[in-house]
Every structure is written in C-alpha cells, then in structure tokens.
Antibody, heavy 127, light 111 residues
Framework: QVTLRESGPALVKSTQTLTLTCSFSGFSLSGSGVSGMSLSWIRRSPGKALEWLARVDWDDDKYYRPSLKARVTIYKDTSRNQVVLTMTNVDPVDTGTYFC????????????????WGQGIPVTVSS | EIVLTQPPLSSPVTLGQPASIPCRSSETLLHNDGNTYLSWLQQRPGQSPRLLLYKISHRFSGVPDRFSGSGAGTAFTLKISRVEAEDVGIYYCAQATQFPWTFGQGTQVEL
C-alpha cells in the first residue's frame, strides 16, 4: 500500500527558511534505466490553482519551477524513504497547503503522473 | 509556461445524468515521445487530490468506469457518464509534457 505523509512547521515567519519532509512507504525512490519513481512538491495557495514546485527522480535528477529555483531545494534520502523540500526567504505569499505526490515512469509507456498524494500540510507565513 | 484553462469554474450536475468538464491548453500537450501527458484529478471536500485519468484516457487503478477522458493536442474533456453523490468536488486537469508541470484552476462540480 502506497502512502505519503508531509510533515513540518505549521507557522513560519517571513524571511525564514521552511523545511518540509515527505515520508513515504509502499515503494522505493529508486529505479533502473528503464523505469523509476519520482516525487514532486505541489502547493495550493489561497485563491490560486495547484502549483508544481519541484521534483526529484530515482536517478537524483532534480527539476524546479523557474520562478522559485533560487529559493527552493529538493533532495531525497533513499535509506529513510524521505524527500525534503527547503524554501528560503519565505514570504506571506508562500502561505498554502503543501502536498507531495508520486509519479511513475516506464520507458515503454511514459509517465503516470501524480498517481499518489499525501494528505497535505497547511503552512502559514506570518509577516 | 503552459497554461491550462478550465471554464467554467463551477458546474451544477444532476444525479444520474452525464457531465462534461473541458480543459484547454495554451500549447500542444503532445510530447516528443509520442505521449500526451494530460491527467485529471479529483479533490473531494476535505481530501487531497486523487488521480482519475492519465495520458488523456487511461483510468488509474480503482477508478470507476463512469469516468472517461478524451481529446488531443490542446483540447480535452473529462466525462462522467452518470453522476453519483460521491463525485462532488473539484476536478483539475494537469499537464506533465513540459516543465514546469502545471494545473488548471479547477472546476467545482456540485449537485
């Protein structure tokens, strides 16, 4: 059974660094040359659509939303089945619910994107 | 960045009747690997999003067959053949063809 769970602070002050952890079970963030798993961080801010932030793949390739690349870092700890997102210099506009979501890639069929999600963690950035 | 548009923002439905939710993309979602990475997600009240369909029309494990998807290029549709009460929620289209991956603003389905 695949499960994902986000953890981290509920409240962060402006200009501080936000660190969120996605702990998962039921799969491994590993792969071969023909298939593998990846994990993304996605957020929903009040009044806005879902926003993809970053992704880390089984081979440790990382991808970032261009507008946030200077402030966001994603990395995986395969031995602990965790993926961590750090966001520096947070602002009240970063307030929202943060989700981690899995995607699966197979070279014969391509991507099965966003197939499992965590329950989300609400984060408030105070000024 | 690819923009996904989902008009309308709200769609009233009737139990037992069909429903359609459109999604338009600002660019083609056909990837150079030949796949079209357009997914549909459902978010019920108080829950996290759930994958319904991927690659336009591939139903994810456990998704009822009353959900189907169609389209190509820049125009896509999610169809519910007979709406049930549990289908109330927000429906998002999402693309994974081009970075950054993006989502539509969502369509609220309400009885």
């Amino acid at each position: 059974q695949v499960t994902l769970r986000e953890s981290g602070p509920a409240l962060v002050k402006s200009t501080q660094t936000l660190t969120l952890t996605c702990s998962f079970s039921g799969f491994s963030l590993s792969g071969s040359g023909v298939s593998g798993m990846s994990l993304s961080w996605i957020r929903r801010s009040p009044g806005k659509a879902l926003e993809w932030l970053a992704r880390v793949d089984w081979d440790d390739d990382k991808y970032y939303r261009p507008s946030l690349k200077a402030r966001v870092t994603i990395y995986k700890d395969t031995s602990r089945n965790q993926v961590v997102l750090t966001m520096t210099n947070v602002d009240p506009v970063d307030t929202g619910t943060y989700f981690c979501a899995r995607s699966y890639f197979d070279s014969s069929s391509g991507w099965q994107s966003f197939d499992y999600w965590g329950q989300g963690i609400p984060v408030t950035v105070s000024s | 960045e690819i923009v996904l548009t989902q008009p309308p923002l709200s769609s009233p439905v009737t139990l037992g009747q069909p429903a359609s939710i459109p999604c338009r993309s600002s660019e083609t979602l056909l990837h150079n690997d030949g796949n079209t990475y357009l997914s549909w997600l459902q978010q019920r009240p108080g829950q996290s999003p759930r994958l319904l369909l991927y690659k336009i029309s591939h139903r994810f494990s456990g998704v009822p067959d009353r959900f189907s998807g169609s389209g190509a290029g820049t125009a896509f549709t999610l169809k519910i053949s007979r709406v049930e009460a549990e289908d109330v929620g927000i429906y998002y289209c999402a693309q994974a063809t081009q970075f950054p991956w993006t989502f539509g603003q969502g369509t609220q389905v309400e009885l």
